[in-house]
Nanobody, 118 residues
Framework: QVQLVESGGGLVQAGGSLTLSCAAS????????MGWFRQAPGKEREFVAT????????YYNDFVKGRFTISRDNANNTVYLTMNTLKPEDTAVYSC???????????WGQGTQVTVSS
């Protein structure tokens, strides 16, 4: 089992920045990759970004390319999502996820609210 705890959400004005953190604990040695997802009110959850725990390679959804950066700190079992040039449409609950192999994500955090005011 892997436990995930997000932090860093909050209220920010459009054009501002936030950095989310996700601390992993438990069987983190089995981690294959970690990712960030978000869900806005009344909408489906959508993929934001993912990072390989071993190689550090990253992949982003098109709508965040150039604005968001996913990174990791293996020593502290933490993954980050740095969000710049935030837009009101980025308002959502952001959740961290981990998986032990390619495919579906196995573990999920509780999520952290990000609200971007116009």
């Amino acid at each position: 089992q892997v436990q995930l705890v997000e932090s860093g959400g909050g209220l920010v004005q459009a054009g501002g920045s936030l950095t989310l953190s996700c601390a992993a604990s438990g069987r983190t040695a089995d981690t294959y990759s970690m990712g960030w997802f978000r869900q806005a009110p009344g909408k489906e959850r959508e993929f934001v970004a993912t990072i390989s725990w071993t190689t550090g390679s990253t992949y982003y959804n098109d709508f965040v390319k150039g604005r968001f950066t996913i990174s990791r700190d293996n020593a502290n079992n933490t993954v980050y999502l740095t969000m710049n040039t935030l837009k009101p449409e980025d308002t959502a609950v952001y959740s961290c996820a981990a998986r032990v192999r390619a495919g579906a994500f196995n573990y999920w955090g509780q999520g952290t609210q990000v609200t971007v005011s116009s």
